[in-house]
Every structure is written in C-alpha cells, then in structure tokens.
C-alpha cells in the first residue's frame, strides 16, 4: 500500500539525506510544503561518512546552506570556528547530523529506505494522456528487504554518486579481468592513514585516477612510504601532467589551489612513480599480485592492491521509466550539460543554474546535487545549494524568485577553454566580481557531492 493517506496532500519526495538533500527538506519545510526524505543509509550523510577522512577544500564559512543555516542558529546550534576547514565526518558530525535532527526535518526522514525505481503511478513511460496530474510513483527497499511504495507529487533526487564508481577500464566498461581482481581494487578513498593502512603498508600500491580524489589518496600514500617501505605507483591516463595541477594560488579555494601544487611537489620529487598514457585495457592475475596492461601493450609491475579514484557516474536505473531529457555525453539534464561538459570546460568553473536547467519533460522531477553533473566532475556543494533553492522555488509556483540567480562561483584560476564564457551573457558569467570572501562553496575530495568530490578522470 502507498505510504499515505487518500485524499491528502502528496509530499514532495526528496532521495538522499546528505547536505544537498537537507537543504531541499529545509527549503520546503520553510516554504510549508509537505515533504518526505529517503535515505539508504542508516544514519544522515551516510555516503559522506564513507570517506569523512578527507579535508574539504573550504572553510566552515562556506558550506553552510543559507535557510539551513538560520534554522539551526534558531535551535540554539553553534557555527564552529569559520576558519576552519573540516574533514568529511566533521562536516557531517558539526553541521549534517544536527540539521537532520531539527524537529521540522527529523520526523519527515525514513533511513534505510533505499529508492530503487521511480515511475508515474498507473502510466508507463510511453504513455502521455494525463500523465502531468498523475502523482509520482515511487518504490523503495527497506533495510530488511521490505518492499516499500510511496506517492508524491514531486521528487527531488539528490542520491548522489558516489556508489556508482567508474571502472578500471579506459573504455567504459570494466576491464577484462577487472571483476575477478576485485578484492585487490578499492573504489573511492580509502584512510591510508587509519583504518585501512594495514591493507598498504609495505605493499606495491597502484592509484589510478588524476583528479583532487587521487591527490588526496596520493599524498596519504607518501607517509607509508616513508614510514612502512610503500611503494607507489600512479598511473594517469593523460601523457601531459602540467593540465592537472589547476591554477595553484590564482584559485578562488585557496586549499584546492594548494593541493594541487602538493601533488606536483610529489609528483617531481620521485617519491612516487609516475606512468602517464596508461589507458588500461587489462587486468592479469600474477599470483596474488594484479599487472595492469594498457591499450598500447605496456604493462605494469605486478601490484598488491589498486585504489581506482576514476570518478563516479549517475546511476539512472531507478528513473528509467521517466521522461528525462539527458545528454548524451555527460548524462546530466540537455540545458546544464554545455556548462559542465569537461571536454569543452574542464576547469570547474560553471555559471550558476536553476530550476530551467534541470528541468526534464518529466514536470515536477529533478535531479540536484552531484548526480544532476553526470558524468561530469568539478562539483561545488553551494552549486547544489543554489539548485535546490531554485527547485523549490518553482516547486510552489514563484517562478520570479526561481529564476532570479543568488550565487557567485568561485574561478578555479584555469580553464581549457574560453567558448562558454565568451557566449554568457553576463549576469550568466561564472563569476561576478567578487573576492574569494564573497562566495560560498565545497569542491568534494570525492567527487560527489551529496557522497563525494571532484575530477577523477583515469
């Protein structure tokens, strides 16, 4: 039976409780529409936890939501020091947490409840007459296995990506021999440092990936070198490194910047070997060790473990049965893809976006957060912030206020290309004059926003 009661009002349905998706529930609690929130894990910012390890690039004062923020400063909470920058579970511990408890949220949030597809109630996608007033059709797992439906009449997906890593393979697909090395081959950013060294210590480590996650994971790795005799091996798609090192102190996120220099530091101090043009075709077993062999034949010494921080993907299982309008490159809404495709604009610096970017024909959908980028890495957590003000905004019919645009992004200091910026009109220009003090916003180490942080390109 549908989760409600006939005859009420159906709630809005928002998927995912991590910064971006709490945002929208405070958004819509403001705004005196009914909600409900999903959450896979059992606990709010599950997937954030899963590498609360890594430092953010930004200072508390700057990964606070607006509404969010002024609901909690009015139950008492405190702001921690705003120059400070906390790791992923500071962040969830400090601010993520409380807000899921705040008595205008907390009843409205179901944990362990994981959506696994979302259709339109009684019509199929093909199927057009009456469709618009049809609620949304929404099923979901409960921890147990339990089967669980739900009606709404409008959703919200901010799931994030971080569950969906890309594979080893330079194509797309796991590589031939990918799944059964599998128990050597961590997805994501282990704690070299803590909970998992013992996995590296002493080892031959690969890392596969050249965005901020591998730098992170990378520099991590430096200590057990120095400390436990870990040998280090990175192998990076790219045969020009100088592109992945960003805009160092022209950065608007001095910590993005600087990580970016650190890693060219390690990079040339020979610490660590470096393998640029390895686009992996193959994985072959060597005993309990793993080679990896490239397009061009090459292969690698054999390896002990593999961390593969190669991004993450939208995984659109659970909307295949609605309209969406998704590009297909980037697989993010068609009107938001051109501002985000890493292969004409691979800086990170996006011109603020709203509701008519991420709008589907599939009215009262949208995805936020992480996941409405695809494909695409560079996600910054105000970007969703904004998002989800716009969305609900148009959710309760002010379209003036839904299309006004309140954010100014952060310039990374480098960009590929200058196509997009030159076409902007400018009150679309990815920034509009203001100082690294002005803006607001969290390049993720992981490369998902609502679960992690930013390129990760092999």
Same mark, same amino acid.
């Given at each position: 039976?549908?989760?409600?009661?006939?005859?009420?009002?159906?709630?809005?349905?928002?998927?995912?409780?991590?910064?971006?998706?709490?945002?929208?529930?405070?958004?819509?609690?403001?705004?005196?529409?009914?909600?409900?929130?999903?959450?896979?894990?059992?606990?709010?910012?599950?997937?954030?936890?899963?590498? +609360?390890?890594?430092?953010?690039?930004?200072?508390?004062?700057?990964?606070?939501?607006?509404?969010?923020?002024?609901?909690?400063?009015?139950?008492?909470?405190?702001?921690?020091?705003?120059?400070?920058?906390?790791?992923?579970?500071?962040?969830?511990?400090?601010?993520?947490?409380?807000?899921?408890?705040?008595?205008?949220?907390?009843?409205?949030?179901?944990?362990?409840?994981?959506?696994?597809?979302?259709?339109?109630?009684?019509?199929?996608?093909?199927?057009?007459?009456?469709?618009?007033?049809?609620?949304?059709?929404?099923?979901?797992?409960?921890?147990?296995?339990?089967?669980?439906?739900?009606?709404?009449?409008?959703?919200?997906?901010?799931?994030?990506?971080?569950?969906?890593?890309?594979?080893?393979?330079?194509? +797309?697909?796991?590589?031939?021999?990918?799944?059964?090395?599998?128990?050597?081959?961590?997805?994501?950013?282990?704690?070299?440092?803590?909970?998992?060294?013992?996995?590296?210590?002493?080892?031959?480590?690969?890392?596969?990936?050249?965005?901020?996650?591998?730098?992170?994971?990378?520099?991590?790795?430096?200590?057990?070198?120095?400390?436990?005799?870990?040998?280090?091996?990175?192998?990076?798609?790219?045969?020009?490194?100088?592109?992945?090192?960003?805009?160092?102190?022209?950065?608007?996120?001095?910590?993005?910047?600087?990580?970016?220099?650190?890693?060219?530091?390690?990079?040339?101090?020979?610490?660590?070997?470096?393998?640029? +043009?390895?686009?992996?075709?193959?994985?072959?077993?060597?005993?309990?060790?793993?080679?990896?062999?490239?397009?061009?034949?090459?292969?690698?010494?054999?390896?002990?473990?593999?961390?593969?921080?190669?991004?993450?993907?939208?995984?659109?299982?659970?909307?295949?049965?609605?309209?969406?309008?998704?590009?297909?490159?980037?697989?993010?809404?068609?009107?938001?893809?051109?501002?985000?495709?890493?292969?004409?604009?691979?800086?990170?610096?996006?011109?603020?976006?709203?509701?008519?970017?991420?709008?589907?024909?599939?009215?009262?959908?949208?995805?936020?957060?992480?996941?409405?980028?695809?494909?695409?890495?560079?996600?910054?957590?105000?970007?969703?912030?904004?998002?989800?003000?716009?969305?609900?905004?148009?959710?309760?019919?002010?379209?003036?206020?839904?299309?006004?645009?309140?954010?100014?992004?952060?310039?990374?200091?480098?960009?590929?290309?200058?196509?997009?910026?030159?076409?902007?009109?400018?009150?679309?220009?990815?920034?509009?004059?203001?100082?690294?003090?002005?803006?607001?916003?969290?390049?993720?180490?992981?490369?998902?926003?609502?679960?992690?942080?930013?390129?990760?390109?092999?």
């Amino acid at each position: 039976m549908p989760q409600h009661t006939e005859g009420e009002t159906l709630p809005t349905l928002v998927i995912g409780a991590g910064p971006v998706g709490l945002a929208a529930a405070a958004r819509l609690s403001q705004e005196g529409r009914r909600f409900i929130v999903l959450e896979s894990g059992a606990r709010p910012g599950h997937a954030i936890r899963r590498w +609360g390890h890594v430092r953010l690039f930004t200072p508390w004062r700057y990964l606070v939501d607006e509404v969010a923020g002024r609901m909690l400063r009015d139950s008492g909470w405190t702001m921690p020091d705003a120059d400070g920058v906390p790791t992923g579970g500071e962040l969830v511990d400090a601010y993520v947490a409380p807000l899921a408890m705040l008595p205008a949220l907390a009843p409205h949030i179901r944990y362990g409840t994981r959506v696994v597809r979302v259709s339109r109630r009684g019509l199929d996608k093909v199927k057009t007459a009456g469709r618009e007033e049809a609620p949304f059709d929404v099923r979901a797992e409960a921890a147990d296995g339990t089967p669980l439906r739900f009606l709404a009449s409008a959703v919200i997906d901010a799931s994030g990506t971080y569950d969906s890593a890309n594979p080893l393979g330079a194509g +797309g697909l796991p590589a031939p021999g990918e799944t059964s090395a599998r128990p050597r081959v961590y997805y994501g950013l282990p704690d070299v440092r803590g909970r998992d060294r013992l996995l590296y210590a002493g080892k031959h480590v690969g890392v596969v990936g050249s965005g901020h996650s591998a730098f992170n994971t990378l520099l991590d790795l430096e200590s057990l070198v120095e400390e436990d005799g870990t040998t280090v091996t990175w192998f990076v798609r790219s045969a020009d490194l100088s592109r992945l090192w960003g805009g160092g102190e022209a950065d608007s996120l001095g910590e993005r910047g600087r990580l970016g220099m650190r890693m060219r530091g390690l990079a040339e101090s020979g610490t660590i070997r470096v393998v640029t +043009g390895f686009a992996i075709d193959e994985l072959v077993a060597d005993g309990s060790r793993v080679v990896l062999r490239s397009v061009d034949g090459r292969v690698s010494e054999p390896l002990d473990e593999i961390v593969a921080v190669t991004g993450f993907r939208p995984d659109l299982s659970l909307t295949q049965d609605l309209r969406l309008d998704l590009d297909s490159i980037v697989e993010a809404p068609k009107a938001l893809a051109p501002l985000i495709d890493p292969n004409v604009h691979s800086c990170g610096t996006v011109p603020p976006h709203g509701f008519r970017e991420l709008a589907h024909s599939e009215p009262g959908f949208y995805t936020v957060g992480m996941k409405s980028y695809g494909r695409a890495p560079t996600f910054l957590l105000l970007t969703g912030y904004e998002q989800v003000r716009s969305v609900v905004k148009a959710l309760v019919g002010d379209i003036t206020a839904a299309e006004r645009v309140e954010l100014c992004l952060p310039e990374t200091g480098v960009c590929s290309t200058d196509t997009i910026l030159a076409t902007a009109a400018p009150a679309e220009a990815p920034c509009c004059g203001a100082s690294s003090e002005d803006v607001d916003a969290a390049d993720w180490a992981t490369g998902e926003a609502e679960a992690a942080p930013a390129p990760n390109a092999p």
